[in-house]
């Protein structure tokens, strides 16, 4: 477990360019990259201990993480090929 932020810049290091097109351009693709923000920060602060929650509500988070962080990747493959 990694008790370290995971920014989008991280999760797509050969992407910044096409991350920010899309932050620019976008509208769908910012408001994917806001809910990824707030359930990722929201991840890191209960594995860090700042906030209490469930195993299940953890896990629920993390799903939510990964189906952002999906949805995120298919724009950015579209916008790479565009």
Do not use: C, W
Request: proline share 2%.
């Amino acid at each position: 477990m990694s008790h370290v932020p995971h920014d989008l810049h991280e999760q797509f290091p050969e992407a910044g360019e096409v991350l920010h097109r899309l932050k620019v351009e976008n509208l769908h693709y910012r408001n994917l990259a806001g809910a990824y923000a707030k359930v990722n920060e929201e991840v890191h602060r209960i594995e860090t201990g700042l906030d209490a929650a469930s195993d299940e509500r953890l896990e629920a988070l993390k799903k939510q993480r990964l189906s952002l962080l999906d949805e995120i990747s298919v724009l950015i493959g579209e916008a790479q090929t565009a």
